[in-house]
DNA sequence: CGTTCGATGCACT
DNA sequence: GTGCATCGAACGT
């Protein structure tokens, strides 16, 4: 059920492409939240200029160099913080970033951590397919944070397991949301699911008008 | 529809 | 001091 940490001591494109229609879940003293993963990227090696191994190790980065199967989770922009799996194996830094969840259980908890945000203040509230729809937004409705750094996903209180759920088509493209590194095609999503993030960006193709 | 921009904290140079 | 693996509101067309 638990995914062991073997299934990340892997290539992680591989990886990536297998985390879609696996549930994560997060149990927390407020109850469990979890989510069927739609939506990840990868980052792979300090030769990908947008992984944050880029510049090699650093205080920030070392879990990425660390075994497969923790959990490498860090604060971006000053808001948001991000949750990757380490894969690959130690000394190769490299990693999935999980994008979108489909919500299964926990929904009231997660409306309620997503409503606290200062910005959602007397909004309406959020439908469900939104609630993880972005890699920021999962981590506020699971209740996701700094102290789950390095976190064994094998063995909790956040996990990631497979519990028989179809992966759907899977669509590959451009990663999203960085300004280097945009030629890889490493994002891996569920082919039109209503809690992907982003649409694929269009090829900038500069073919003259019709 | 589209693009721009502020909030906000910290790692890194 | 600079620049983010974001979010969502505020604009312009």
Same mark, same amino acid.
């Not at 990693?95 to 945000?117: D, K």
């Not at 309406?124 to 064994?152: F, K, Q, Y």
């Given at each position: 059920?638990?995914?062991p940490?073997?299934?990340?001591?892997?290539? !992680?494109?591989?990886?990536?492409?297998?985390?879609?229609?696996? +549930?994560?879940?997060?149990?927390?003293? &407020?109850?469990?939240? /979890?989510g069927? #993963?739609?939506?990840?990227? &990868?980052? #792979?090696?300090?030769?990908?200029?947008? $992984?944050?191994?880029?510049?090699?190790r650093t205080?920030?980065?070392?879990?990425?160099?660390?075994?497969?199967?923790?959990?490498?989770?860090?604060?971006?922009?000053?808001?948001?913080?991000?949750?990757?799996?380490? @894969?690959?194996?130690?000394?190769h830094?490299a990693?999935?970033?999980?994008?979108?969840l489909?919500?299964?259980e926990?929904?009231?908890?997660?409306?309620?951590?997503?409503?606290?945000?200062? *910005?959602r203040?007397?909004?309406?509230?959020?439908a469900?397919?939104d609630? $993880?729809?972005?890699?920021?937004? %999962? @981590?506020?409705?699971?209740?996701i !944070?700094?102290?789950?750094? %390095?976190?064994?996903? =094998?063995?909790?209180?956040? @996990?990631?397991?497979?519990l028989?759920?179809?992966?759907?088509t +899977?669509? *590959?493209? =451009?990663?999203v949301?960085?300004?280097?590194?945009t030629?890889?095609? *490493?994002r891996? =999503?569920?082919?039109?699911?209503?809690?992907?993030?982003?649409?694929?960006?269009?090829?900038?193709a500069? /073919?003259?008008?019709?």
């Amino acid at each position: 059920m638990i995914l062991p940490p073997d299934f990340y001591a892997r290539a !992680t494109l591989d990886v990536a492409r297998d985390l879609l229609g696996k +549930v994560l879940v997060y149990r927390a003293q &407020a109850g469990a939240a /979890s989510g069927v #993963i739609v939506e990840v990227e &990868a980052y #792979i090696g300090e030769d990908d200029p947008a $992984c944050h191994a880029a510049a090699g190790r650093t205080a920030r980065n070392v879990p990425l160099y660390g075994e497969p199967g923790r959990a490498y989770v860090y604060l971006n922009y000053g808001l948001h913080h991000l949750m990757n799996a380490v @894969t690959e194996r130690e000394g190769h830094p490299a990693a999935v970033l999980i994008r979108a969840l489909q919500p299964l259980e926990g929904r009231a908890l997660m409306r309620r951590r997503r409503n606290r945000a200062p *910005w959602r203040a007397g909004k309406p509230p959020v439908a469900d397919h939104d609630l $993880c729809r972005g890699p920021g937004n %999962l @981590t506020r409705a699971l209740g996701i !944070t700094l102290d789950d750094n %390095l976190c064994s996903l =094998s063995r909790g209180p956040l @996990t990631i397991r497979d519990l028989g759920h179809a992966r759907g088509t +899977v669509a *590959w493209s =451009s990663r999203v949301g960085i300004r280097v590194g945009t030629d890889r095609l *490493w994002r891996a =999503s569920v082919a039109g699911h209503p809690s992907v993030s982003r649409p694929s960006p269009e090829p900038r193709a500069q /073919s003259p008008k019709p």
